[in-house]
C-alpha cells in the first residue's frame, strides 16, 4: 500500500468530517474505533457517528496545514495538523490541532482502529 492511498483516504475523512456525512464516516472508522478527543474523553465509532448525525458536532472549516503518512504492510500511521472551527454542543469551537490516526487493511478495506487529537498551544 503506498503512501498516497492513504492520503486520499485521509481527504475522504476530512471531506466526510465538514459534510457531517455518517454513511462515509461509518465506511472509513472500525467498528472497535477507540479516539482520544482534546480533552481526554474516548469516543467509539457510535458515539462519533452520532455526534455527527444529530448536530453535536459541526465542523465548518477544516484547513490542513501539514500531514505525513507512514506505511507498513498492512498498517499506517497518520499526523495531521489541522486548522479547524465549528461549534460542539452548540459551543464556539475554534483551534489548531494535531490528529494521530492509526490505519489497518481490513478484508472490507482500510479502516482507522485508533485516533487522538491534541490542542496545538500556538
Keep these: ?12 475523512l476530512q471531506k466526510a468530517m465538514l459534510a457531517s456525512d455518517v454513511g462515509v464516516l ?6 472497535d474505533l477507540t479516539f482520544v478527543d482534546a480533552t481526554g474523553k474516548v469516543w467509539s ?5 452520532n ?9 465548518e472549516r477544516l484547513e490542513i496545514k501539514e500531514q ?6 498492512k498498517s499506517a ?5 489541522a486548522a479547524l472551527s465549528g ?15 492509526m490505519w489497518v487493511e481490513t478484508e472490507s478495506g482500510w479502516r482507522i ?4 487529537c491534541s490542542v496545538l498551544a500556538f
Design 26 to 31: 461509518d465506511a472509513l472508522l472500525a467498528d
Design 113 to 116: 482502529v485508533a485516533a487522538h
Design 51 to 59: 455526534a455527527h448525525r444529530y448536530g453535536v458536532q459541526r465542523i
Design 1 to 12: 500500500m503506498s503512501e498516497s492511498v492513504i492520503a486520499e483516504l485521509e481527504g475522504r
Design 87 to 101: 461549534q460542539f454542543g452548540g459551543v464556539p469551537l475554534s483551534g489548531n490541532l494535531r490528529y494521530t490516526r
Design 45 to 49: 465509532k457510535a458515539d462519533d457517528l
Design 68 to 73: 505525513t503518512v507512514r506505511v507498513y504492510e
Design 77 to 81: 500511521v497518520t499526523l495531521t495538523h
